[in-house]
């Protein structure tokens, strides 16, 4: 079945997808993420229970990130910071789903303006390519898909109409925008992330040596609408209740997929020459699958998980290995985001980084140079409300200033403060006694943004459902 997109694969000629001459310099960039992967759900990260061997060795090789953050805390805003390099308070998308005047709630698309991070490698000589959940389209207009915002090759997972019925069991996936290219459907692979990887490698076995490739995996574990696996016997003989042995699993098997991946590069002769990046995009969930956080402390000592801006909802395990660049088993505490991957890449591909990014390029950090820092991080996040209401609008604000963290539900409410140093947890608001730092945070809430159609600023109707309107 899988090789159903060989001959969709001849059709594109990616030797002659760019006439730009490319410097032998130049890496492969792999770029892994994972779907609701919690701060504690990687072995090198501290959790003991779930066994993460590949990325726990992959720590080992190169950078581990402690205080690195996703674009926001829900797949589709982190995906619009990761790929335009534009933090969530000034992105277009800022939730799963926008709210427009006539009560309709509906996924927001990139605009066709802001350059994504595939069509700049591609203007750098890359060889572009994307599979998986792309989540920042509108799913009507095949314009605003991968295949037609940077990636030669693009496999995009398209769920059905979202009030038509979505069948976990056999899901679709259109290669390069065209309907019914091959459909995934759990009986025949160990986990979607497996087969994803198979899709990998017939890309990979097709690719001009000549060229640097962009690699953008858009994994699917630990996401809780994965409810079947092919795999039943891993952790099986475990006690522990049904959804978390398939939680753990998921994880395991995405590990065991990366290493796949990368064993499949080292034969090809690439692997010394490619920059690897794994982070997650967002913190840990409790949906779906009926997965409890806790069960394998998730999100480890911190506090909130997936739509939270606490720091258990955006702070995200990330490791980057580039042979011969960046010294093996480093660690940083450096303060950095999504935003700041895409002016990263221009710098490593030698081209200029987008004005419409204001990310900073780590770079230096990478390779033991001397690394600007951000004077503050902040992030700005709106709730949808297709199966609820909303408490506070749904809006959600936080803002991070060297160690203090600052956070408001809703533009009402009163802005809580944190010493992170102190208090990882965030478990005491300490913002009483520290009026003027509340002050700088409610400041940066007000005037560092932007707004954007169809997330208005502080929120929502509070009690307007949209599916009893879209049921009727």
Known sequence: MIKYIFYLLLLINLSACNTNSVSETKPNILFLLADDLGYGELGCYGQETIKTPVLDNLSKQGMKFTNFYAGSSVCSPSRAVLLTGISSSFNTVRGNSGHFSDDRWMRVALKKDEMTMGEMLKKAGY?????????????????????????????????????????????????????????????????????????????????????????????????????????????????????????????????????????????????????????????????????DPAFFDSNGKLRGIKRDLYEGGIRVPMIMVWNGKIEAGRRTDHMSGFQDLMP?????????????????????LLLGQSQKSHDYLNWEFQLDGWWTTLPDGGFRQSVRIDNWKGVRYGIDSETELYNLDMDISETNNIANEHPEMVQQMEKLFHEKRSDTNGFPYGGVIQNYRARDKHSK
């Open 344 to 364: 990263t890449f221009a710098e490593i591909a030698a081209i200029e980084i987008p004005e419409q990014s204001n990310g900073i390029s780590i770079k230096p």
């Open 127 to 291: 060889q572009t390519a994307f599979i998986g959940k792309w989540h920042v389209d509108d799913p009507e207009d095949l314009s605003t898909w991968a295949y037609n915002r940077g990636f030669d090759f693009a496999v995009q997972e398209q769920w059905p109409d979202r009030f038509g019925g979505i069948q976990y069991d056999e899901q679709m996936h259109w290669i390069n925008g065209k309907r019914d290219s091959i459909y995934y459907h759990w009986k025949d692979w160990e986990s979607k992330d497996e087969f994803r990887t198979q899709i990998a490698f017939d890309y990979l076995d097709t690719l001009n040596t000549e060229k640097p490739f962009f690699l953008f995996m858009s994994y699917r574990a630990p996401h809780g609408n994965e409810r079947q696996i092919g795999n039943k016997e891993l952790y099986a003989g475990e006690g522990w209740p049904a959804p978390e042995r398939l939680h753990a699993a998921k994880i395991t098997l995405l590990d065991r997929q990366i290493g796949r991946l990368l064993n499949k590069l080292e034969e090809m002769g690439e692997l010394e020459n490619t920059l690897i990046v794994f982070t997650s995009d967002n913190g840990p969930h409790r949906e779906g699958s009926g997965h």
